[in-house]
């Protein structure tokens, strides 16, 4: 276990200054434009976004904290991570060679569409719940 946070130290040190980075770099007014505050567009964005921007779940959370300290919705930053995780845009050509085209594609898309109900429900429930 030692050994694992270890190995995890640099990918979090190269996390959290590519976070800085893009703070330092991208102005704030950006998410504002690409996120509008609509409850059924945001998620989308939110997924859309994350597929593309595959990783892994620990590095998924630093960003999604940063997001929702620019005032971005709860439920296209859940989307965001959740899609972050499963849906692996980038890996496709990988997965499609591995596991074939159709699977590959069917799974992504199931995994984008199930984000994005993830995220909604969450919210409803933190809502009901909270």
Do not use: C, H
Request: charged share 10%; no cysteine.
């Amino acid at each position: 276990m030692l050994n694992n946070i270890k190995m995890s130290i640099p990918i979090l040190a190269g996390v959290l200054l590519l976070i800085g980075l893009v703070n330092t770099l991208v102005p704030k007014e950006f998410f504002s434009k690409i996120f509008t505050g609509n409850r059924a567009l945001d998620p989308l964005i939110g997924a859309l976004f994350g597929s593309v921007a595959a990783g892994n779940p620990l590095t998924s959370y630093l960003i999604g904290g940063e997001l929702l300290k620019t005032g971005i919705s709860l439920a296209a930053v859940l989307a965001f991570i959740v899609s972050w995780v499963t849906v692996g845009t980038i890996q496709l050509p990988a997965e499609s060679l591995m596991l074939g085209k159709k699977f590959a594609l069917l799974r992504n898309g199931i995994s984008l569409i199930m984000a994005i109900i993830i995220a909604v429900l969450t919210v409803l429930a933190t809502g009901i719940l909270g």
